[in-house]
């Protein structure tokens, strides 16, 4: 038993178990494009938590795929892709040293999203997280490979009974299920408009007991509830375990720790955010999204109108990767998003403030602005305990 989980006891909080494995109830979220590779991932699974790699154009922390892909055609970019999941799944069980798990996030909107759960698997990953989209087919994907754990991410009670009535025709049930809030998460929301960001059937308070009175019902036992978005406190932490939750899943707080696999002035432009500059918007797969007003996003909402006016189908992507099952720009659909996601979003892992887009969820962080190593999150999100920030060393 390391130091956290003595902690953890010693706070009378229980631990997550998933596949047979106890583990700290804190899983880090998928943040892609690169955001959480295996430096993030492998470094919170080894202090025994949940971490997370999120799976879409990971080339992009390797520069020999780079090189061999970076204008080549759409298999030799997936290939790349597909290269590249392989080296992160490994290096942060290299890291976790056997601890905690490495899940994998992949967004069910993209289009290879099968052939990377097929990886995901092949790599030995412990687990699938799978959100942007309901991800009624995941069981098919990974038949051979039972032992491997499976993880929805939904938003309501509705999609949680839709998804696991699905399953169980299947003889598969969730190994756990990820409730993510669209009220305060970053990146991609759980929720068809941006009106419906605070409809009250998001909220945890009724989620959580209508999903374990429909387990009960249905003589379902045994599936842990992680809850996301919002979360930023011990006494946040504590509230949701006793309110039914299995464990809380934080992404922003994890991408700008030390350990994060961002520059680090994209960690900067996180931290420096105030919640006045919080934007939603649709994005280019149809969903609402939330970021950091940046002065790219700034622009773009500006000219948006301009640009869904002479919205047409391109004939070839310039990108020729893993895309968007359904892309604004792509496919000329005037009433989403008309800008690349992936150009933006790699923009953004360089720090590139001027052509970024900045995932950001719209609660503060448990560290304010300071930037701090994965483990005194995770101590301060069992204990309420902040660990005295290292003094900085003289010149």
């Known amino acids: 038993m390391n130091d956290l989980f003595k902690k953890m006891v010693s706070h009378h909080l229980s631990p997550l178990v998933l596949k047979g494995r106890q583990l700290l109830p804190v899983v880090q979220g998928g943040m892609g494009v690169g955001i959480s590779a295996h430096r993030l991932a492998g470094t919170v699974a080894s202090l025994g938590a949940v971490g997370t790699i999120a799976s879409i154009d990971l080339r992009r922390h390797h520069e020999d795929l780079m090189e ?72 098919d994907l990974v038949d051979e490979k039972p032992s491997i754990g499976l993880i929805p991410i939904l938003s309501d009670a509705r999609g949680i009974q839709l998804v696991v009535k699905k399953w169980a025709r299947k003889g598969r049930l969730p190994d756990a299920v990820v409730i993510e809030h669209p009220r305060y998460a970053a990146g991609h929301l759980g929720a ?89 918007f649709i994005s280019v797969a149809g969903l609402p999204a939330r970021a950091v007003r940046t002065p790219w996003l700034d622009n773009y909402l500006k000219f948006l109108p301009k640009l869904t006016a002479v919205a047409h189908k391109k004939p070839r992507c310039s990108v020729k990767f893993d895309c968007l099952t359904q892309c604004g720009l792509r496919d000329g659909i005037a009433k989403i998003g008309q800008f690349c996601i992936d150009m933006q979003l790699a923009a953004a892992l360089r720090g590139d403030r001027m052509k ?23 101590e301060y999100l069992l204990t309420g305990i902040k660990p005295e920030a290292p003094k900085p060393t003289e010149a």
């Open 68 to 139: 061999i892909s970076q204008h080549a055609d759409k298999k030799t970019v997936d290939d790349a892709n597909l290269v590249a999941l392989d080296r992160e799944i490994k290096a942060a069980h290299a890291l976790a040293q056997g601890a905690g798990m490495v899940a994998v996030n992949v967004m069910k909107a993209v289009t290879e999203y099968a052939n990377y759960v097929r990886q995901a698997c092949r790599s030995g990953a412990d687990a699938i997280v799978m959100g942007a989209g309901l991800p009624l087919d995941l069981p």
């Open 192 to 280: 068809a408009k941006i009106e419906d960001i605070n409809d009250p059937r998001f909220d945890f308070e009724q989620v959580l007991p209508a999903t374990h009175e429909f387990f009960r019902a249905e003589g379902i036992s045994d599936v842990p509830l992680i809850v996301a978005g919002g979360i930023n406190s011990h006494e946040r932490v504590r509230q949701l375990l006793n309110m039914g939750a299995s464990g809380v899943q934080l992404g922003t707080a994890f991408a700008v720790t030390q350990e994060g696999d961002a520059a680090e002035s994209f960690k900067r432009v996180l931290l420096d955010a105030k919640p006045e500059e919080m934007v939603e």
């Open 356 to 378: 970024g887009l900045f995932f950001r969820g719209s609660s503060s962080l448990p560290f304010d602005s300071e930037m701090r190593p994965v483990k005194d999150l995770i």
